[in-house]
Nanobody, 117 residues
Framework: QAQLVESGGGSVQAGGSLRLSCAAS????????MGWYRQAPGQQRELVAS???????NYADSVKGRFTISRDSAKKMMYLQMNSLKPEDTAVYYC???????????WGQGTQVTVSS
């Protein structure tokens, strides 16, 4: 079992920056992938960025060059540095962990990011 808790959301003007954090707890061993997803009102949840336990990263095209994902596996922490924020980045951001065979998904409760123009 694993638990995820996000923090760092808030309100910012367009062009600003925010840093999201995800604290994981519980049994996290072996290969795994952590990621940030977001869901805007009326929209499907979408992948923003992911990072594996061997530090392979993947980004949505819409955030490439603006967002940076990182993790500190020893501290069981994951981060999302968001720069040059746009109003279309407004959403609830969720932390996700994929681990094990068969693969299991764990989710945080979400943190709101609001970008005003």
């Amino acid at each position: 079992q694993a638990q995820l808790v996000e923090s760092g959301g808030g309100s910012v003007q367009a062009g600003g920056s925010l840093r999201l954090s995800c604290a994981a707890s519980g049994s996290i061993f072996g290969f795994n992938v952590m990621g940030w997803y977001r869901q805007a009102p009326g929209q499907q949840r979408e992948l923003v960025a992911s990072i594996s336990s061997v530090s392979n990263t993947n980004y949505a095209d819409s955030v490439k060059g603006r967002f940076t994902i990182s993790r500190d596996s020893a501290k069981k922490m994951m981060y999302l540095q968001m720069n040059s924020l746009k109003p279309e980045d407004t959403a609830v951001y969720y932390c996700n962990l994929q681990i094990g065979v068969p693969k299991r998904d764990y989710w945080g409760q979400g943190t709101q990011v609001t970008v005003s123009s």
